[in-house]
Nanobody, 124 residues
């Protein structure tokens, strides 16, 4: 089992940048595919980005492609989400998630462990 904790959220103006971190404790995060999801008020949780165990594969939602970058440092058991050119529509609670099965996935139900989330607010 693994515990996940997100950090790095906050308030930023449109066009700005933030870097989210997700630190895993318990079992090594290198055994999991990792993903980032977000949920805005009144909306369903949606996929943002995912990365394979050894960083060979990444995949992004169309809405963030070219602006967000997911990466991981297995030695630090940490996954990052670098968010650039932020827009007001990026405002949401961002969640880190871990998946036991080795293939990357975009479905929230395919992930086994979740963090508590970190708020990102982008002002216009």
């Amino acid at each position: 089992q693994v515990q996940l904790e997100e950090s790095g959220g906050g308030l930023v103006q449109a066009g700005g940048s933030l870097r989210l971190s997700c630190t895993a404790s318990g079992r090594s995060s290198s055994t999991y595919v990792m993903g980032w999801f977000r949920q805005a008020p009144g909306k369903e949780r949606e996929f943002v980005a995912t990365i394979s165990r050894l960083s060979f594969s990444t995949y992004y939602a169309d809405s963030v492609k070219g602006r967000f970058t997911i990466s991981r440092d297995n030695a630090k058991s940490t996954v990052y989400l670098q968010m650039n050119s932020l827009k007001p529509e990026d405002t949401a609670v961002y969640y880190c998630a871990a998946r036991r099965i080795a293939t990357i996935s975009t479905g929230p139900s395919e992930y086994d462990y979740w963090g508590q989330g970190t708020q990102v607010t982008v002002s216009s």
